[in-house]
């Protein structure tokens, strides 16, 4: 039984082959008598065939073609189909040679029923691909050697800009009858198109790509980045208007994954584009770090150089001169890389001695004292030279340059927000819309900064104080002054007060326009409210110390029961005791009024009160004795 069967469909199956076989000379025979027919037309004719009448039997032929490739793939291996082979391939060489030169004549002569008929001849035999590639060479070529000469790019200072130009007329002006018959263009009738054509996307684009890479390779050359970011920016606008002209979503996705558009925008280097920028702005910025506290610029809002890169760095990374949407990611870790390499350095400040300068000592100008800090070895470079470590020391830095370091800080914390809204736009360029992702990393940048204050102000605070203290202990030469040297009463308070809370003053003026008053008052209350408080010992201590005299004074009186061991004047004016005891009182006094002349609240003083309180019993012993 199954012997049978397999027999029945070995004889159906010679069948049907040789049925195919005989459709195959049927095909040929066919389509060879058209062409016979037609050549003795055109022999018999003087004028011959018109264009439109050889299109129409174009499209009989490729009709019957069609029939006949179909029947030879499916009798492929046959004898028979082998000694047809050389007649097919006569067939297909005379049917392309054919639709060719049809092609070209409707292009040239623009005659519109010609290109229909004939790309629908190539759409039928599924050559449409073969019709592409001959409006390529054949139209598209010549016009883009023409275009794109590198000589006139190079000399003319527009050159580029113009070179596109032209290459954008092209398609208006030589593929207005593809685009119309291919559904292309705007007044296409849809009934009347030949689908399945994309004439921009395969035959414009690719030859456009040819032309730049074989005739302008000086195009996507990286070693200038300013030369290759304008060249990068003008042929990404010439990509952008060129996807413009397809007319349609789909067929500008049919461009963007065409091998030649990726091949163009492979060209183009953006990693090595990067590197030298980011060379470009690491060393200008280590730069200005390493000369430390060098004055900035004229008409920077920065105090610092160090500061005025920084915040130029991170402007110039996203400026329209720099950015590019693809280097996006890169750009955002080098910006935060600039904000954490400035931290560090000014962590790297906070690590230096503050120098025992007073104020009045730090009218140097700042260029002068950015010198001498510079002059200091590095301890990193000279290790090699000298065995041990500690013979370099870190150099100095004054209460000036930390004020100047303050200003700077403050200035560029609050402005980093404002970095937020110039990079903004350029995300949205790239399509990223997480936004609070971003301002939450500058928010973390933000607080590496915050993290130096508190160091900061302990510096400027610890300094001002012991300057202001230095004066004020001079109060212990108030007894020295007062003690038998007959002097007269006091009236005003001695001149160590006004020297203790210069060094204030003259920072308040110096830095009224570039620090907000909080800042100061905060560092002012801290350094008085630390001087204040060792004051109030001195005073305590002086005090004290007058009292143990005064009482050994009453001891030794009363032993000698003499009157000549009193300290009182011998007039009968006031002691001695009670002068240092008045000229104390009228010494705190006096702080407290330019304290208060300073804009600051005696309340936030800590220890002022009780200082207050210690010379003001002073004072109502004076006036108990008097009386």
């Given at each position: 039984m199954f012997s049978i069967q397999c027999k029945f469909f070995f004889e159906f199956y010679k069948q049907m082959c040789v049925l195919r076989l005989i459709q195959v000379i049927k095909s040929v025979e066919k389509i060879e008598k058209i062409l016979h027919s037609?050549?003795?037309?055109?022999?018999?004719?003087?004028?011959?065939?018109?264009?439109?009448?050889?299109?129409?039997?174009?499209?009989?032929?490729?009709m019957e073609f069609n029939q006949l490739q179909f029947h030879a793939v499916q009798s492929k291996g046959m004898p028979l189909l082998d000694k047809l082979r050389p007649r097919i391939a006569g067939i297909t060489a005379m049917l392309q040679q054919s639709l060719e030169g049809l092609l070209l004549e409707g292009l040239q002569s623009a005659n519109v029923d010609i290109i229909r008929h004939c790309l629908r001849t190539y759409a039928t035999i599924d050559k449409t691909r073969d019709a592409e590639a001959l409006v390529g060479q054949v139209l598209v070529k010549p016009y883009i050697d023409e275009v794109i000469v590198e000589q006139y790019v190079q000399s003319h200072p527009n050159g580029l800009q113009t070179m596109y130009n032209k290459l954008l007329e092209f398609v208006?002006?030589?593929?207005?009858?593809?685009?119309?018959?291919?559904?292309?263009?705007?007044?296409?009738?849809?009934?009347?198109?030949?689908?399945?054509?994309?004439?921009?996307?395969?035959?414009?684009?690719?030859?456009?790509?040819?032309?730049?890479?074989?005739?302008?390779?000086?195009?996507?050359?990286?070693?200038?980045?300013?030369?290759?970011?304008?060249?990068?920016?003008?042929?990404?606008?010439?990509?952008?208007?060129?996807?413009?002209?397809?007319?349609?979503?789909?067929?500008?996705?049919?461009?963007?994954?065409?091998?030649?558009?990726?091949?163009?925008n492979d060209k183009w280097n953006l990693p090595v584009y990067f590197q030298i920028r980011f060379r470009e702005i690491g060393g200008t910025v280590e730069a200005a770090l390493s000369n430390g506290l060098e004055e900035a610029p004229a008409g920077s809002p920065y105090c610092l150089l160090a500061t005025h890169t920084a915040w130029t760095s991170l402007q110039k990374c996203w400026s329209d001169q720099m950015f590019l949407p693809l280097l996006t990611h890169r750009l955002w870790k080098l910006s935060l890389q600039i904000i954490a390499r400035y931290s560090f350095f000014i962590n790297e400040l906070l690590l230096r001695p503050v120098s025992n300068e007073t104020t009045k000592d730090n009218k140097k100008s700042l260029a002068s004292m950015s010198k001498e800090s510079s002059l200091n070895?590095?301890?990193?470079?000279?290790?090699?030279?000298?065995?041990?470590?500690?013979?370099?020391?870190?150099?100095?830095?004054?209460?000036?340059?930390?004020?100047?370091?303050?200003?700077?800080?403050?200035?560029?914390?609050?402005?980093?927000?404002?970095?937020?809204q110039i990079i903004e736009p350029k995300l949205q360029t790239v399509g990223f819309k997480n936004i609070a992702c971003i301002s939450g990393a500058l928010e973390d940048s933000k607080e590496s900064l915050l993290g130096c204050w508190p160091v900061l102000n302990n510096k400027i605070i610890q300094d001002l104080s012991d300057s202001c203290f230095n004066c004020l202990r001079s109060a212990l030469e108030v007894p020295r002054i007062y003690r038998r040297t007959n002097k007269e009463v006091p009236v005003k308070a001695?001149?160590?007060?006004?020297?203790?809370?210069?060094?204030?003053?003259?920072?308040?003026?110096?830095?009224?326009?570039?620090?907000?008053?909080?800042?100061?008052?905060?560092?002012?209350?801290?350094?008085?409210?630390?001087?204040?408080?060792?004051?109030?010992?001195?005073?305590?201590?002086?005090?004290?110390?007058?009292?143990?005299?005064?009482?050994s004074l009453k001891r030794l009186k009363q032993a000698r029961k003499t009157a000549t061991t009193n300290s009182a004047s011998p007039n009968g004016g006031m002691s001695d005791d009670n002068k240092i005891r008045l000229q104390l009182a009228l010494d705190v006094e006096h702080y407290g009024v330019q304290m208060q002349k300073m804009g600051l609240q005696l309340s936030n003083i800590k220890s002022f009160s009780a200082l207050s309180e210690l010379v003001q019993a002073a004072k109502d012993q004076i006036s108990a004795e008097q009386t």
């Amino acid at each position: 039984m199954f012997s049978i069967q397999c027999k029945f469909f070995f004889e159906f199956y010679k069948q049907m082959c040789v049925l195919r076989l005989i459709q195959v000379i049927k095909s040929v025979e066919k389509i060879e008598k058209i062409l016979h027919s037609q050549n003795s037309k055109e022999m018999s004719s003087l004028e011959g065939s018109s264009p439109l009448l050889t299109g129409q039997i174009l499209e009989r032929i490729a009709m019957e073609f069609n029939q006949l490739q179909f029947h030879a793939v499916q009798s492929k291996g046959m004898p028979l189909l082998d000694k047809l082979r050389p007649r097919i391939a006569g067939i297909t060489a005379m049917l392309q040679q054919s639709l060719e030169g049809l092609l070209l004549e409707g292009l040239q002569s623009a005659n519109v029923d010609i290109i229909r008929h004939c790309l629908r001849t190539y759409a039928t035999i599924d050559k449409t691909r073969d019709a592409e590639a001959l409006v390529g060479q054949v139209l598209v070529k010549p016009y883009i050697d023409e275009v794109i000469v590198e000589q006139y790019v190079q000399s003319h200072p527009n050159g580029l800009q113009t070179m596109y130009n032209k290459l954008l007329e092209f398609v208006p002006l030589h593929c207005r009858l593809l685009r119309e018959v291919t559904g292309g263009g705007i007044s296409s009738e849809k009934g009347n198109t030949v689908p399945g054509y994309d004439f921009l996307v395969n035959s414009v684009w690719p030859e456009i790509v040819r032309g730049l890479e074989e005739k302008l390779p000086s195009l996507f050359n990286p070693g200038n980045p300013d030369v290759f970011h304008e060249k990068y920016t003008k042929s990404m606008d010439f990509v952008r208007k060129f996807e413009r002209q397809c007319g349609s979503q789909a067929s500008v996705k049919r461009l963007r994954s065409h091998p030649s558009y990726h091949s163009f925008n492979d060209k183009w280097n953006l990693p090595v584009y990067f590197q030298i920028r980011f060379r470009e702005i690491g060393g200008t910025v280590e730069a200005a770090l390493s000369n430390g506290l060098e004055e900035a610029p004229a008409g920077s809002p920065y105090c610092l150089l160090a500061t005025h890169t920084a915040w130029t760095s991170l402007q110039k990374c996203w400026s329209d001169q720099m950015f590019l949407p693809l280097l996006t990611h890169r750009l955002w870790k080098l910006s935060l890389q600039i904000i954490a390499r400035y931290s560090f350095f000014i962590n790297e400040l906070l690590l230096r001695p503050v120098s025992n300068e007073t104020t009045k000592d730090n009218k140097k100008s700042l260029a002068s004292m950015s010198k001498e800090s510079s002059l200091n070895p590095n301890p990193v470079e000279d290790q090699g030279q000298d065995s041990s470590p500690e013979a370099q020391p870190l150099p100095s830095i004054s209460t000036t340059q930390l004020v100047l370091v303050a200003a700077d800080l403050d200035k560029l914390q609050e402005w980093l927000p404002e970095l937020l809204q110039i990079i903004e736009p350029k995300l949205q360029t790239v399509g990223f819309k997480n936004i609070a992702c971003i301002s939450g990393a500058l928010e973390d940048s933000k607080e590496s900064l915050l993290g130096c204050w508190p160091v900061l102000n302990n510096k400027i605070i610890q300094d001002l104080s012991d300057s202001c203290f230095n004066c004020l202990r001079s109060a212990l030469e108030v007894p020295r002054i007062y003690r038998r040297t007959n002097k007269e009463v006091p009236v005003k308070a001695l001149p160590y007060v006004d020297s203790a809370l210069k060094p204030f003053h003259q920072l308040k003026n110096e830095c009224k326009d570039t620090l907000k008053p909080a800042i100061i008052d905060q560092w002012f209350e801290g350094a008085l409210s630390n001087s204040t408080q060792k004051y109030f010992e001195t005073i305590s201590d002086i005090l004290n110390s007058v009292k143990k005299m005064e009482e050994s004074l009453k001891r030794l009186k009363q032993a000698r029961k003499t009157a000549t061991t009193n300290s009182a004047s011998p007039n009968g004016g006031m002691s001695d005791d009670n002068k240092i005891r008045l000229q104390l009182a009228l010494d705190v006094e006096h702080y407290g009024v330019q304290m208060q002349k300073m804009g600051l609240q005696l309340s936030n003083i800590k220890s002022f009160s009780a200082l207050s309180e210690l010379v003001q019993a002073a004072k109502d012993q004076i006036s108990a004795e008097q009386t």
